[in-house]
C-alpha cells in the first residue's frame, strides 16, 4: 500500500530541522519520531542509533529529550500509531496542532523548567495575579462582552478558589454589580437594563454561593426566579435560554442546577404555558428531552438532530444527575456504552488533553467540558458506595488522567509573566481557559465516589441526588504530579468549590417556602 507522497526523512542523526511530515507515519512501525526544538525528525530505531542517541552532546535538546525520557512515555511524545491518510483542512491543523505541542510535552521547549515526571510545576502565583486582574478595570474592548460580564467573575472567582485563595474582599463588590442587574420579573440579565437570561443567571448564583453568606444569598428574589423558570419551561420538557429565546441543553442544565441549589419547588407555575394536568413538574419530560439530545455519534447536541459537543455532553449528565443517583439516571435515559465510546474520543494522543468534538482540535477548557463527564460516568458505571461496599467497587480510570494531566501543565499554563492558563499553546490565556482548564486538573487529580442515601423516597421528591458525593485523592494510579499542584476539589455537578453547593443548598431549605 502505497501511503507516501513525499520521500521520507529518514536515517538522519543530527536534529534536522525538517517537521513531521505525513508521509512518516508509514514507517512508524520501524521509527521513532525524535523531538527537536524546530519540528520533529524520524528516525530509524536500531542499536546503532541508540548508541548515537546517548552521546550526543549534553545540552541539546536531543539530549535533554533523551534525560526527559524516562519519565515521559512515548504516547505524549510521538505520532500517533493508527490514522487515515484523507487530506483535509481538518487533518492538516491537526498535525500543525500536533507540532505545536510536542516540544512542551516532550520537556524541550525553551525556558520551560520540568520536574520529576517530566512536566512543569503548577504557576499558581502567576494564574492569580492573572485572575485578580480581570477582576480590576478591563480594557476598552470588553466593552463588547458587556453581556457577559457575569461569565467573568464566576471564571475569576471559581478558579482563585480552585487555587486556594481567599475571596471574601469580593463579597461586596459582587453584590453591588449584581442587584441592580436582578429583573423583577424574575432572573438576572448580563448587565443593567438587559433582559433575564439562564447564562448569567447560572454564574450570577454560582458567585454568590462562592462569596457566600447571608448578604448575599438574600439578594436573590426565589420566588420571582421560580415564576420565569415557568415561563422558560416548554412544552417537550426543555427551557429556552431566555422568554422568547432559544431552546438548548444549556438551559437544561441551568434550569435544573439554579432549581436545585436554590432549593425552588418543583412544581411548575399553574401560569407556566408548559403546564397540563400530566405536565406539572419543572422536571416534566426533562430527561427525555435530554435523551432526544444524545446522537448517533454517543454525545450530545445542543438540542435534537444536532452535532454532538463536550460542552453539551457535561451539561446532559450534570442535568441528569441532579434528576436522580448517576447509576440510575443515566442508563436509565441514555445509551452508556455509545457515550462511553464518543467520550473516549475525545481524548488524543500525543496532546493527552480533550476535543470538543469530532475532528476537531484539543482545548484545554474540554479538560472540564469533557474531562468533567468521566465522574459523573464513573459513578454510573460503579454504582454508589455505602459503608458496607466502600472501597470495593472501585476500578481504574476510564480515561488517561496522566494524559490530562500533562496536556494541563506542559501546553496550558502561560509561562510568561502574564500568567492565566489557555486553550494550547499558540492561543493567549484567558479567565474562562483558566477556570475550566483548572476544574479539569482538579477532576483528574481526585477521585470522586457517589454515596447511597439513606432514605430512597426522599431523594425523588427533593432533589437530593446531587449532594451525595465526597472526594478522594487518587490512590490507583501513578501520580505525575508535585504534591505542592494539587488543587482544590470542585462538586462535580455543580463546578464550585466541594461543599460550597451542600451550603448555599442548606441556606434555602432551612427558610421553608419563599
Ligand atoms: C463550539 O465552539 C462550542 C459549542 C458549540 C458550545 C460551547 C458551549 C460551552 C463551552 C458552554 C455551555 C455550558 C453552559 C453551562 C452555559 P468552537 O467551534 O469554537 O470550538 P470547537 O472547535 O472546539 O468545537
Ligand atoms: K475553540
Known amino acids: ?12 542523526s543530527s536534529a534536522s530541522s525538517s517537521n513531521f511530515d505525513r508521509a512518516s507515519y508509514t514507517e512508524q512501525q520501524q521509527t521513532q519520531v525524535l523531538p527537536s526544538r524546530s519540528g520533529f525528525v524520524i528516525e530509524e530505531v536500531n542499536s546503532e542509533n541508540e548508541a548515537e542517541f546517548g552521546s550526543v552532546a549534553s545540552g541539546s535538546p536531543i539530549a535533554m529529550a533523551a534525560a526527559t525520557e524516562s519519565m515521559i512515555p512515548n504516547l505524549f511524545t510521538t505520532l500517533p500509531p493508527i490514522r487515515d491518510f484523507l487530506d483535509t483542512g481538518s487533518s492538516q491543523i491537526q498535525d500543525q496542532t500536533i507540532q505545536e505541542c510536542l516540544p512542551f510535552l516532550a520537556g524541550i521547549e525553551e525556558d520551560v523548567k520540568t520536574n520529576a ?16 486582574k480581570t477582576l480590576a478595570r478591563l480594557p476598552a474592548g470588553y466593552v463588547a462582552a458587556d453581556a457577559s460580564r457575569p461569565w467573568m467573575f464566576y471564571w475569576a472567582l471559581n478558579g482563585l478558589r480552585t487555587m486556594g485563595e481567599e475571596i471574601s474582599d469580593y463579597r461586596e463588590r459582587v453584590i453591588s454589580t449584581i442587584s441592580p442587574i436582578q429583573n423583577s420579573t424574575g432572573g438576572f440579565g448580563g448587565g443593567n437594563g438587559q433582559a433575564s437570561h ?3 443567571t447560572y454564574a450570577i448564583i454560582l458567585s454568590l454561593a462562592l462569596v457566600g453568606g447571608k448578604e448575599a444569598l438574600e439578594v436573590i428574589d426565589r420566588k420571582a426566579m421560580w415564576k420565569w423558570l415557568g415561563a422558560l419551561k416548554q412544552k417537550d420538557g426543555s427551557f429556552q435560554m431566555s422568554v422568547g429565546g432559544e431552546v438548548d441543553m444549556r438551559g437544561a442544565y441551568c434550569a ?7 432549593d425552588l419547588p ?9 403546564w397540563s394536568p400530566e405536565h406539572t413538574s419543572f422536571l416534566s419530560g426533562l430527561p427525555e428531552w435530554v435523551a432526544r439530545c444524545q446522537t448517533f455519534e454517543g454525545g450530545f447536541s445542543s438540542r435534537p438532530d444536532a452535532e454532538a459537543h463536550g460542552a453539551y455532553a457535561f451539561c446532559a449528565l450534570g442535568c441528569l444527575c441532579i434528576i436522580g443517583d448517576p447509576h440510575v439516571v443515566i442508563p436509565k435515559y441514555l ?9 473516549s474520543a475525545r481524548q488524543y494522543a500525543p496532546e493527552g488533553g480533550f476535543s470538543g468534538r469530532t475532528n476537531k482540535l484539543v482545548d484545554g477548557c474540554y479538560s472540564h467540558w469533557v474531562g468533567g463527564c468521566w465522574p459523573l460516568l464513573e459513578a454510573c458505571l460503579e454504582g454508589p458506595s455505602s459503608p458496607t461496599t466502600s472501597n470495593t467497587n472501585l476500578s481504574n480510570s476510564i480515561y488517561s488522567r496522566e494524559g490530562l494531566i500533562r496536556y494541563i501543565l506542559c501546553c496550558c499554563q502561560d509561562q510568561s509573566k502574564r500568567g ?3 486553550d494550547k499553546p499558540s492561543h493567549s490565556s484567558d479567565s474562562y481557559h483558566t477556570c475550566y482548564v483548572l476544574a479539569g486538573l482538579s477532576s483528574a487529580q481526585h477521585k470522586w465516589r457517589f454515596n447511597l442515601s439513606e432514605s430512597k423516597s426522599e431523594q425523588v421528591e427533593n432533589l437530593t441526588s446531587a449532594y451525595q458525593w465526597t472526594s478522594e485523592v487518587m490512590t490507583e494510579e501513578p501520580q505525575i504530579f508535585d504534591e505542592e499542584d494539587r488543587v482544590k476539589t470542585l ?14 443548598r442548606a441556606y434555602f431549605a432551612s427558610k421553608g417556602g419563599f
Do not use: C, Q
Not at 1 to 7: E, L
Not at 267 to 272: A, G, T
Not at 491 to 504: D, L, M, R
Open 491 to 504: 462538586h462535580p455537578v455543580f463546578v464550585i468549590p466541594e461543599g460550597v453547593a451542600e451550603e448555599t
Open 335 to 343: 445509551d452508556v456504552p455509545r457515550l462511553i465510546s464518543w467520550l
Open 117 to 132: 515526571y517530566g512536566v512543569p510545576n503548577l504557576d499558581r502565583k502567576r494564574h492569580i495575579h492573572f485572575l485578580h
Open 266 to 274: 418543583l412544581e411548575l407555575p399553574k401560569d407556566s404555558s408548559a
Open 198 to 200: 439562564l447564562a448569567p
Open 1 to 12: 500500500v502505497i501511503f507516501n507522497k513525499r520521500k521520507m526523512n529518514s536515517n538522519s
Open 256 to 262: 435544573t442546577v439554579i432549581i436545585s441549589l436554590l
Open 420 to 422: 492565566g492558563l489557555r
